[in-house]
């Protein structure tokens, strides 16, 4: 199964979630890289498309300059963290539409599943939040990132999600 198929949404779609909550760690951590937020993006969505294979993990020569750009940073953990969320999302539709299905066979399901085939639910769980803290973090280390801003940028990507899916603390 392709990460396309994988989630409720496309890869475009799966791109524009990241480059949003990317975009919002940026406001919120980085203010002074807003004005190059949306080139540096798109260099980082050409370099991906063109599946270029370097020593520099960011793909086009962030890591040569004297610190890392956050943008680069949070665009590659929040992409990683949006396939996570992909991929959940599609566990959970399948779980979903085959009790549905079941309980459907055995004469019990009177009403019809959601459009993702489960029954909506808001708030992420927090083992998955929690999944996707530790996810943030490590790939924001790979990207270059020091840990103290690493844990700093993983806990936002959770507030981030918590603000978006209405979970609490």
Do not use: C
């Not at 409720?8 to 951590?29: I, N, P, Q, T, Y």
């Not at 844990?151 to 981030?160: H, K, S, T």
């Amino acid at each position: 199964m392709s990460h396309e198929n994988a989630g409720a949404g496309s890869a475009e779609e799966d791109d524009k979630a990241a480059l949003a909550m990317a975009r919002h760690l940026v406001e919120h951590m980085a203010p002074g890289e807003l004005p190059l937020f949306e080139e540096t993006a798109a260099a980082l969505r050409r370099e991906r498309r063109a599946k270029a294979r370097r020593e520099d993990p960011l793909g086009f020569g962030v890591m040569e300059t004297s610190s890392v750009l956050l943008t680069a940073v949070a665009y590659g953990v929040t992409q990683e963290v949006v396939k996570r969320l992909a991929e959940n999302a599609g566990r959970q539709t399948v779980t979903g539409l085959r009790g549905w299905l079941r309980g459907r066979r055995r004469g019990n399901a009177t009403t019809e599943p959601g459009p993702d085939g489960t029954e909506p639910t808001a708030a992420l769980p927090p083992r998955l939040l929690a999944e996707v803290e530790g996810i943030a973090q490590r790939r924001a280390v790979l990207l270059g990132l020091p840990p103290d801003r690493a844990d700093l940028l993983a806990e936002a990507v959770v507030g981030y999600l918590r603000e978006q899916s209405g979970a609490s603390d």
